[in-house]
Nanobody, 129 residues
């Protein structure tokens, strides 16, 4: 059973930066696709960024491209999301998630579908104007 614990959320003014962390424990073989999702007020859950861990290929939603960066530290079993140039519309609860994927193409597909096996509890990010 994989356990995911997010941290690093908080309040920031527009234009600021935050780095979210997701500590993973309880390794399950094959969980090689990790991602960040978010759900804003009165919005549907959105896949923000994903990474296919065997080769480090990354995938981003259009809303995140150029501003957010997903990365992994295998030694620490930790996933990160660096968020720059934050906007009020980035306000949301951010979740990390993991699952198995055959390859990076499927990992990207699951980022869009939201079909992940393991989820963290989320961390709140609030961006004020």
């Amino acid at each position: 059973q994989v356990q995911l614990v997010e941290s690093g959320g908080g309040s920031v003014q527009a234009g600021g930066s935050l780095r979210l962390s997701c500590a993973a424990s309880g390794y399950v073989p094959g969980t090689n696709c990790m991602a960040w999702f978010r759900r804003g007020p009165e919005k549907e859950r959105e896949g923000v960024a994903g990474i296919y861990t065997p080769d480090g290929t990354t995938y981003y939603a259009a809303s995140a491209k150029g501003r957010f960066a997903i990365s992994q530290d295998n030694a620490k079993n930790t996933l990160y999301l660096q968020m720059n140039s934050l906007k009020p519309e980035d306000t949301a609860v951010y979740y990390c998630a993991s699952r198995e994927a055959s390859n990076g193409v499927y990992c990207n597909f699951f980022l869009g579908s939201g079909d992940f096996s393991y989820w963290g509890q989320g961390t709140q990010v609030t961006v004020s104007s």
